[in-house]
């Protein structure tokens, strides 16, 4: 089925250990985008790449890198996970110009 | 301070009232989205404009540019229809959320 999956569904971490939360699209899109969801703060941007090659930050990138190496992949990197990171973590992506976005079912990331 | 405000926070409705729901911004924006979080947590995208009104079945979104509003509205309302709905807007690549109303419907 055509659309963006994430993994894992959940993860724990301890505090300091690092991850990778993986992201990929099968639309050909060439944007793609990583958010965090916390109560009451709604969704924030975390990173974001308009192609391969190309990346960006968004409203709150501290703590996390990414890396667009192909069209298809954008992965989400925390080098050394916090309790403040503890979240549910979205991808979506979209095709520049007038479509709306499609969303990745999300990643819940507990750290403690 | 909050780019994108909405508004009302919580919703509850009898089946088959009509939804109004709000969305003010306070940033030049490049288009208006209006997003389905379903009580799974999976999102949808319901609407992305740019001006004017757009209608899907039972939903309409409208957008007035000059006042920085929006609204999505939700004519003959279901028990399906129960989800949060958020309004983001993008500037440029920047993306901004609001904190979204949670709508219950009733049968």
């Known amino acids: 089925n055509a659309g963006v999956t994430q993994t894992p569904k959940f993860q724990v971490l301890k505090t300091g250990q690092s991850m990778t939360l993986q992201c990929a699209q099968d639309?050909?899109?060439?944007?793609m985008s990583w958010y965090r969801q916390d109560p009451g703060m709604g969704l924030r941007l975390i990173h974001y790449?308009?192609?391969?090659?190309?990346?960006d930050q968004g409203e709150v990138p501290n703590g996390y890198n990414v890396s667009r190496s192909t069209t298809e992949d954008f992965p989400l990197r925390l080098l050394s996970a916090a309790p403040s990171q503890t979240s549910v973590y979205f991808c979506?992506?979209?095709?520049?110009?007038?479509?709306?976005?499609?969303f990745g079912s999300g990643t819940r990331l507990t750290v403690v | 301070k909050n780019e994108v405000e909405q508004s009302p926070q919580n919703l509850t409705a009898q089946e088959g009232e009509f939804i109004t729901i709000n969305c003010s911004y306070s940033?030049?924006?490049?288009?208006l989205h209006w997003l389905q979080q379903h009580p799974g947590g999976g999102i949808v995208s319901l609407f992305m404009l740019s001006s004017g009104k757009k209608k899907h079945g039972r939903l309409i979104a409208t957008i007035n540019i000059q006042e920085k509003h929006s609204s999505l509205h939700i004519t003959a309302s279901h028990p399906r229809d129960s989800a949060v709905y958020i309004c983001a807007v993008s500037t440029g690549n920047q993306f901004y959320f609001g904190t979204g109303t949670s709508l219950t419907v009733i049968p």
């Open positions: 940033v030049g924006i490049s288009a």
């Open positions: 790449s308009v192609g391969a090659g190309i990346t």
């Open positions: 639309m050909n899109h060439e944007y």
């Open positions: 979506a992506s979209r095709q520049q110009g007038i479509y709306g976005y499609t």
